[in-house]
């Protein structure tokens, strides 16, 4: 069966720190592009960051760049996003997403598998 599986959302105080995984079983992440993505209340979803099928790059919107940090661990078949400094506008709803053979940024329309979601809420 092919899924992406998320963990590590939680609660968080501004300025603090959490490390997102995400397990992929039926398929293998080396060949696929794969990000996570967010969705905040009453926003639409927006790419956070990905890592490109053809050379391992890494992609980050603006509005995280300086502050996470994204990872892969082929062995595993897991990616992971290290989020610091975090703020109140980084709470949303976080999606793992792969796309087979793509390369950053990653788009809606070209996601294949996407996880269920994990909820990060940064707040004091």
């Known amino acids: 069966q092919v899924q992406l599986v998320e963990s590590g959302g939680g609660l968080v105080q501004p300025g603090g720190s959490l490390r997102l995984s995400c397990a992929a079983s039926?398929?293998?992440?080396?060949?696929?592009?794969i990000g996570w993505f967010r969705q905040a209340p009453w926003k639409e979803r927006e790419g956070v960051s990905c890592?490109?099928?053809?050379?391992?790059?890494?992609y980050y919107a603006d509005s995280v760049k300086g502050r996470f940090t994204i990872s892969k661990d082929n062995a595993k078949n897991t990616l992971y996003l290290q989020m610091n400094s975090l703020e109140p506008e980084d709470t949303a709803v976080y999606y793992c997403?792969?796309?087979?053979?793509?390369?950053?940024?990653?788009?809606?329309?070209?996601?294949?598998?996407w996880g269920h979601g994990t909820l990060v809420t940064v707040s004091a």
């Open positions: 997403a792969a796309a087979y053979g793509s390369n950053c940024p990653l788009v809606d329309r070209d996601i294949e598998v």
């Open positions: 039926g398929f293998t992440v080396n060949d696929y592009g």
């Open positions: 890592i490109s099928r053809s050379d391992d790059s890494a």
